[in-house]
């Protein structure tokens, strides 16, 4: 596809329940990220990918949260046994390569309301 | 302190006028500078890098980088009530983004 697609868009969970959140990143695209924005703040850094190596997890708020890219091209981000302050919206980007100066590209994100 | 520092505004300036935007960063081994629009309910959308010292212009937009301040700028001239949104400052460090909780900006006519 010609963007970051991210499904669902849309997402009412109840508390307690597990999710699943899927990233198509650009093709061609080898960095992968995950970032978390709360409604009134900036993207917050969740995890990265390189190809299929999840090279930097540090921003995972605790271990209910799960991410994978195992054949290196879709991701998807779990959580696990949701919690109301999970509600936010999860961001997708992507980029050619890693390093200073490449340029990110955000998907449209996918909305999370737990309830 | 945060990694990368705005002021959440909201900032109001009325149409044609210039507006400014501020960020500070605080690690000094970061080479690269984005400047993200979000407009409300959508994805942040790149509107311009910058990796040198110095001054890099791009239609209405000047990005402003002194990497001795830690200090990086976004002035926006003859705003228009389209440019009415969330501006975020962001920084590599050094293989991902860190990004400030943005400026809103507000262009009344």
């Known amino acids: 596809g010609a963007g970051v697609s991210q499904s669902p868009r849309y997402k009412v969970a109840k508390r307690g329940q597990d999710v699943a959140l899927r990233c198509d990143p650009i093709?061609?695209?080898?960095?992968l990220f995950w970032y978390q924005q709360a409604l009134g703040q900036g993207p917050e850094f969740l995890t990265y990918?390189?190809?299929?190596?999840?090279?930097?997890k540090s921003g995972l708020p605790s271990d209910r949260f799960f991410a994978e890219r195992p054949e290196g091209s879709v991701s998807t981000l779990k959580i696990q046994r949701t919690q109301q302050e999970d509600s936010a919206v999860y961001l997708c980007?992507?980029?050619?390569?890693?390093?200073?100066?490449?340029?990110?590209?955000f998907g449209e994100g996918s909305w999370l309301t737990v309830v | 302190q945060k990694e990368v520092e705005q002021n959440s505004g909201p900032l109001s300036v009325p149409e044609g006028a210039i507006a400014s935007l501020n960020c500070t960063y605080s690690?000094?081994?970061?080479?690269?500078f984005f400047w993200y629009r979000q407009y409300s309910g959508k994805s942040p959308e790149l509107i311009m890098s910058?990796?040198?010292?110095g001054d890099k212009e791009d239609g209405r937009f000047t990005a402003q980088l002194n990497k001795a301040s830690q200090y990086v700028s976004l002035l926006i001239r003859d705003s228009q009530p389209s440019d009415s949104a969330t501006y975020l400052c962001?920084?590599?460090?050094?293989?991902?983004?860190?990004f400030g909780t943005g400026t809103r900006l507000q262009v009344f006519p």
């Open positions: 980007a992507s980029s050619w390569a890693a390093g200073q100066g490449n340029t990110i590209y």
């Open positions: 093709s061609g695209h080898v960095s």
């Open positions: 990918f390189q190809n299929e190596a999840q090279l930097d």
């Open positions: 690690d000094r081994g970061s080479q690269s």
């Open positions: 910058i990796y040198s010292n």
């Open positions: 962001a920084v590599n460090v050094p293989d991902k983004l860190i």
